[in-house]
C-alpha cells in the first residue's frame, strides 16, 4: 500500500476568464521548465484546514 493512498489533500482551485483571455500561472519547474496552470491552492499534510485558511502557515498570502 503506498502512502498516498492514506491521504486526501483539500484543495481549490479556479477557471477565471475574462472576454478572450484565462487567468494562469507561470513557474519555472527544475525538470520540465516554464509551466503554465490554473490558480489554485490546497492544505499540506499534517496542516489544519485553519490555520492555512488564516495565513498564519506558509506565505501567509489569503
Do not use: F
Not at 17 to 27: F, P, Q, R, S
Amino acid at each position: 500500500m503506498s502512502i498516498l493512498s492514506n491521504h486526501i489533500r483539500v484543495r481549490a482551485g479556479a477557471i477565471i476568464i475574462k472576454g478572450d483571455l484565462i487567468l494562469l500561472t507561470e513557474y519555472n519547474d527544475p525538470v520540465r521548465g516554464i509551466v503554465y496552470d490554473l490558480p489554485a491552492g490546497g492544505v499540506e499534510p499534517k496542516i489544519n484546514y485553519r490555520s492555512s485558511k488564516e495565513g498564519s502557515y506558509g506565505r501567509g498570502i489569503y
